[in-house]
């Protein structure tokens, strides 16, 4: 079981910068993919990065790549999403997600691919 605790959120002006983090329990931490998604009121929840268990691999939806980086700390369990040059269409609900790694899984960037969520955290992009 893992529980997931995200940190962060906030209202920034558009062009600003936050930093999200994720707090993982567990001691395994390096055995999952960690995902981050987001919600905007209305809308589905959308997949924004990942990363593989030990940082080596990353994804990111087009949407935010080379605005956003994500990462890891396997010293302190956390996942990390920096987000540069933010927009207002960056608003939604940020959630954090956990999946045990798998050389069976070929993605990492579907709702469904993730078994454990934090409970969000929000971001709001003023223009």
């Known amino acids: 079981q893992v529980q997931l605790v995200e940190s962060g959120g906030g209202l920034v002006q558009a062009g600003g910068s936050l930093r999200l983090s994720c707090a993982a329990s567990?001691?395994?931490?390096?055995?999952?993919?960690m995902g981050w998604f987001r919600q905007a009121p209305g809308k589905d929840r959308d997949f924004v990065a990942a990363v593989s268990g030990r940082g080596g691999s990353t994804i990111y939806a087009d949407s935010v790549r080379g605005r956003f980086t994500i990462s890891r700390d396997s010293a302190s369990n956390t996942a990390n999403l920096q987000m540069n040059s933010l927009k207002p269409e960056d608003t939604a609900v940020y959630y954090c997600?956990?999946?045990?790694?798998?050389?069976?899984?070929?993605?990492?960037?579907?709702?469904?691919?993730?078994?454990?969520w934090g409970q969000g955290t929000q971001v709001t992009v003023s223009s």
């Open positions: 567990g001691r395994t931490f390096s055995s999952y993919y």
């Open positions: 997600a956990a999946t045990l790694a798998s050389a069976f899984r070929s993605t990492y960037s579907r709702t469904r691919d993730y078994d454990y």
